[in-house]
């Protein structure tokens, strides 16, 4: 899995983006699985991730309400498909509001642009 991490800082919270080629939910969930025996992965206040397979979209935003969402439109708007991106946050203690949607799609795009 491809890790870019400490990426996005505001107010406390930080962020990463992880990705990788995956071609269904339940391989989403070995590669998600993977990215959490890192303990600090594991210990993110967050995980949200979106894939589009062959099975159709994919999301789930972690708690991270609508998070999810915009990963999936980020990759629809890519076109890429079969391939997984997670955008992981630790919650520094304040709300971001709105801002927190612009932190997911800065790291999404970061993402795409180191995958090239």
């Not at 990705?19 to 269904?24: E, F, I, K, R, V």
């Not at 972690?62 to 391939?83: F, K, N, P, Y």
Request: one cysteine or more.
């Amino acid at each position: 899995m491809r890790i870019i991490d400490k990426i996005i800082s505001d107010r406390g919270s930080k962020y990463a983006v992880s990705g990788a080629p995956c071609a269904s939910a339940a391989e989403a969930g070995d590669l998600l699985a993977q990215l959490k025996r890192n303990k600090r992965f594991a210990k993110a206040t967050h995980n949200s991730w979106g894939l589009i397979c062959a099975d159709g979209p994919v999301k789930n935003d972690d708690g991270e309400a609508g998070a999810g969402m915009v990963i999936l439109r980020m990759l629809e708007r890519e076109g890429l498909r079969d391939h997984l991106i997670v955008v992981t946050r630790w919650y520094g203690g304040k709300h971001l509001g709105g801002d927190r949607f612009r932190h997911v799609q800065d790291a999404v795009r970061i993402y795409l642009e180191d995958l090239g």
